[in-house]
């Protein structure tokens, strides 16, 4: 979902040298397969958009899987990217990077400041661990290498099994399922209290916000002002009652929702602190009405 935006977004605004694989052609967990892909192709930037990535579930079921892999990929890629003389490397996280109690919203110093949160542990280590990899690059070689962190992403593309999704999508496709296969006449069962608050960024402003980051930060701009991340949201967030009920609206399921209180909440609240990417120039400008709109228009031409 994010690597797509972001070739869109790059493409449509002149960039013409683009260089990417997918999954299938580069296993970017394996060191050997990261170090020929560089020295074939010697990048001058580096983008990382590659993760595994999923909602609270499988997060919290694939525990080595998400801590393993996403070591691996960012660990292979930066040092890659170091040794191949890459000039400029932006690395993706996530705002689950801050602690589970956190002050809200999240100022980029809060990191590292308590423990995390159970569920998203594996994943937010090694995310903390590559935005460690891009600074001490910078502070022992100088390297131009950044990190910014996006909020709850969705849009185009994402992840629709109910499974291993984020919350949006599956409940954009769990209101759909339920108004067309049972007439409305149906109970939506969603997961934990309902009560927790999510923020949520369009992807194609995540496209958008890189796209500004590549072109006006650098490394000496993001560390010398005392912080290791930058934040990307919206500054804005709903309780999760809230965001099904704009979805049912939207689709216009007219059923009822129950909440399955066995499921987790994770943690209670991430609102990110968007004033520094604001100060520096960036904006998101998809609203999540809009955004949820054209993504379930996005669903219904290619997941029906
Ligand atoms: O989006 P989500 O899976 O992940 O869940 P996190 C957000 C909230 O929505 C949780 C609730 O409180 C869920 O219990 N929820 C309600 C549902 N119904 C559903 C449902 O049908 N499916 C899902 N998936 N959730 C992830 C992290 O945390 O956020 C990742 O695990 C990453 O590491 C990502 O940081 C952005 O927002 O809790």
């Known amino acids: ?45 580096v983008i990382i958009a590659a993760a595994k990535v999923g909602g609270i579930l499988a997060n919290n079921t694939y525990r080595a899987e998400f801590i393993y892999d996403n070591l691996m990929i960012e660990a292979n890629i930066i040092n890659a990217a170091f040794n191949n003389k890459v000039e400029k490397l932006i690395f993706l996280g996530s705002s689950c990077i801050y602690p589970k109690l956190a002050p809200q919203p999240l100022k980029e110093e809060y990191l590292l400041s308590d423990y995390l949160e159970s569920t998203n542990e594996p994943y937010a280590i090694a995310k903390i661990a590559g935005i460690k990899l891009c600074e001490n690059y910078y502070r022992q070689y100088n390297a131009n290498f950044i990190s910014a962190m996006p909020t709850n992403l969705y ?62 930060i650098e490394a000496h701009d993001l560390y010398e002002s005392g912080i290791s991340q930058l934040n990307i949201g919206t500054g804005e967030d709903l309780t999760i009652n809230e965001l099904s009920n704009l979805i049912s609206e939207i689709i216009d399921f007219k059923g ?3 909440y399955d209180k066995s499921k987790p909440d994770g943690t209670p609240r991430k609102l990110m602190d968007v004033s520094r990417i604001h100060k520096l120039g960036w904006h998101h400008s998809t609203s999540l009405k809009e955004g949820i709109e054209k993504t379930y228009k996005w669903y219904l031409e290619n997941c029906n």
């Open 1 to 45: 979902m994010v690597g797509s935006a972001i070739l869109r977004n790059f493409k449509s605004n002149g960039y013409n040298n683009i260089i990417y694989r997918t999954q299938s052609e580069l296993n970017l967990v394996k060191q050997n397969e990261v170090d020929k892909f560089f020295a074939e192709e010697n990048p001058s930037c």
């Open 155 to 216: 849009g185009p593309f994402d992840n629709f099994n109910l499974e291993t999704s984020h919350v949006l999508p599956a409940l954009i496709r769990k209101f759909h399922e339920a108004k067309i296969q049972f007439k409305n006449n149906n109970v939506v069962t969603l997961w934990g209290s309902g009560q927790p608050k999510r923020e949520f960024l369009y992807v194609e402003d995540l496209a958008e916000a890189i796209r500004f980051l590549l072109e006006n």
């Open 256 to 258: 009822s929702i129950e």
